[in-house]
């Protein structure tokens, strides 16, 4: 069983937008935090967005926030990435990830994240 099912992504020019989807098993879903990380050629995976699947709002990197968009759908145990005015360094292959509820630490910090889906490729040509 795959936990975690990632579709999206592909090519665009500077300024468009790209939605990705990470569509999760419910039982990875259900009281867990939903995040999306990126790694760019030559840079460490970063924390993009996150949220809680059972309640608050997302939280955003700044160099996402403004332009990115997580949501959910709770019925489909899915979380969606919607990247506006996507820009040459936002290139990179992108991963959504898992963790239980109660996990501590930074929501946007790989610590702590038990599931993980497989890399998005995202390529934004200027």
């Known amino acids: 069983q795959v936990d975690l099912e990632t579709s999206g992504g592909g090519s665009v020019q500077a300024g468009g937008s790209l939605r990705l989807t990470c569509k999760a098993s419910?039982?990875?879903?259900?009281?867990?935090?939903m995040a999306w990380f990126r790694q760019g050629p030559g840079f460490s995976r970063e924390g993009v967005a996150a949220l809680y699947t059972e309640d608050g709002p997302p939280h955003y990197a700044s160099t996402a926030s403004g332009r990115f968009i997580m949501s959910q759908d709770n019925a489909k145990n899915t979380v969606y990435l919607q990247m506006n005015d996507l820009k040459p360094e936002d290139t990179g292959m992108y991963y959504c990830a898992a963790r239980p509820e109660g996990t501590s630490g930074w929501v946007l910090s790989e610590r702590g994240y038990t599931s993980w889906g497989q890399g998005i490729q995202v390529t934004v040509s200027s």
């Open positions: 419910a039982s990875t879903y259900t009281k867990s935090c």
